[in-house]
């Protein structure tokens, strides 16, 4: 089967996506690219998660050319691509519907730099593309100009796109954005705009982060 290893995984992570309240139904998508072939694979469109299997996960070229996988690939397949042709160093996408980024979304608020967190992001506050049709070329152009290199992005009146290395790293992005948003919506809900770091502070931040966690190859 072609690229088992990367259907395999984003059959599961997709399946973590609702229990990790980062989407509900069959909303959201994912997909991870093979460094080697530059061949993506990605969720299919309109399955509930838990039903799907490694087959279901289509196989693309970057082009969008369907090279294996029966199933009609995620109806945001033009924004998967688009952010891998934008981004050659990152190898995973995961697009949610997750309640608090979409809620500042529908604000069409940026995320800014009110906890060092969002610095996870690469830059210091994530920013929010405008509006178009869910599933169009449009959406996909917006969202990677809006994004500007950023690894995670808003869309207005939709959800959010994160980016990694792999798909671990944009799943956990999606998660810390989540709650990012969250916090944020609270404090303007408790009536005041909070604090923001300094872009010193930011930047600091993110130098933390790239010497944080386990080295790799140890448990
Ligand atoms: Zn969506």
Sequence with gaps: MLLE???????????????????????GNLSLRDPATGYIAVSPSGMRYEDISCADVAVLAPDGTRLDGARKPTSETALHLAFYAARPDRHAVVH?????????????RELPAMSYLVALSGRDS??????????????????????????AV???????????ADLDAAFQLAEQMEF??????????????????TPEEMAQARARFGTYGQPKGEK
């Excluded at 984003?10 to 229990?19: M, N, W």
């Design 180 to 197: 990012c948003a969250d916090v944020y919506l609270r404090c303007l809900a408790a009536g005041a705009e909070p604090a923001r770091l």
């Design 126 to 151: 994530v920013p929010c593309a405008p509006y178009a049709d869910f599933g169009s070329q449009a959406l996909a152009d917006a969202a990677v100009r809006a994004a500007d290199g950023c690894d």
């Design 5 to 27: 290893r990367e259907r395999a995984a984003v059959a599961e992570y997709g399946r973590r996506l609702v229990p990790a309240r980062l989407t509900v139904g069959t909303g």
């Design 154 to 164: 808003l869309l207005a009146s939709h959800g959010i796109v994160c980016l990694g």
């Design 96 to 108: 949610t519907h997750s309640p608090a980024v979409t809620a500042l979304a529908c604000l069409r």
